[in-house]
């Protein structure tokens, strides 16, 4: 019996540097992009949502980001929020580092946010995430600071990946829902470790509006930047975009 022939990357390689503790956001990606684009994967030191934790996950980003660079990968994705969305000025720090190590293109979780709200395109918008009231309050900023209308902001107040990781889709739904808003033009479910993917198709019928995920997005805009945007069903109107 011949072998399955096996894609290694033929359609581009995307390099991921992921919090230590996160579960979700490999299975998700690997999901949402096509067989012919490979992730690579590394990770930096995170286990919860400490103010100190989140500052601290970036301190050994260049050596992990060159991991990444070894593996032959076209971009590299600081994929954590909370850290990406703390401030403009740690977004720029961060990935001014990344590229100074490897020479790659690369982006973080909130600007793969921001630019996949542009092209809905959405203005007035609803963040929901796991996290502490102090987290998502920077994170509504940060968005503020990009020109969206925050028409709610509201968070599950857990402290740790683990906590975050336990939240079941069907409560993420009830969470989503319990949050709705006539004037939104659409929802961000926060966060790379969450299993919120099982949920967006269902919430975009429930809410009448797009949703968007941290990890929806990424996988959105790594394709659009590798040149692949085939269209991918299942997970929402963004990703179900082709073009």
Not at 114 to 120: E, F, R, T
Not at 218 to 229: E, F, H, P, S
Request: net charge neutral; proline share 5%; with cysteine.
């Amino acid at each position: 019996m011949t072998a399955p022939a096996l894609d290694y990357g033929s359609g581009g390689r995307i390099g991921v540097l992921l919090p230590s503790v996160n579960q979700a956001a490999e299975p998700q990606l690997r999901a949402m992009l096509p067989a012919d684009i490979a992730i690579a994967v590394t990770r930096l030191k995170l286990v919860d949502s400490s103010e100190a934790s989140l500052l601290g996950m970036a301190r050994d980003v260049e050596p992990a980001a060159e991991l990444l660079a070894d593996a032959g990968v076209d971009i590299v994705v600081f994929h954590c929020t909370a850290v990406s969305t703390y401030s403009t000025e740690l977004e720029a720090s961060i990935l001014a580092r990344i590229q100074s190590a490897t020479g790659l293109p690369c982006v973080a979780t909130s600007q793969a946010l921001v630019a996949a709200l542009q092209a809905l395109p959405a203005r007035r918008v609803v963040l929901l995430s796991p996290y502490t009231a102090a987290v998502n309050d920077r994170e509504a900023a940060y968005f503020a600071e990009h020109g969206f209308e925050i028409l709610g902001n509201a968070g599950l107040d857990c402290r740790t990946g683990r906590e975050m990781m336990a939240i079941a889709p069907q409560a993420w739904h009830a969470f989503a829902t319990r949050h709705a808003h006539a004037r939104a033009d659409a929802y961000v479910l926060s966060c790379t470790t969450v299993r919120t993917a099982e949920t967006i198709e269902a919430l975009e019928r429930s809410l009448g509006r797009p949703v968007v995920t941290s990890n929806t997005a990424v996988a959105w805009y790594c394709m659009r930047k590798l040149g692949a945007l085939p269209g991918v069903p299942g997970y929402g109107r963004l990703l179900a975009r082709a073009g």
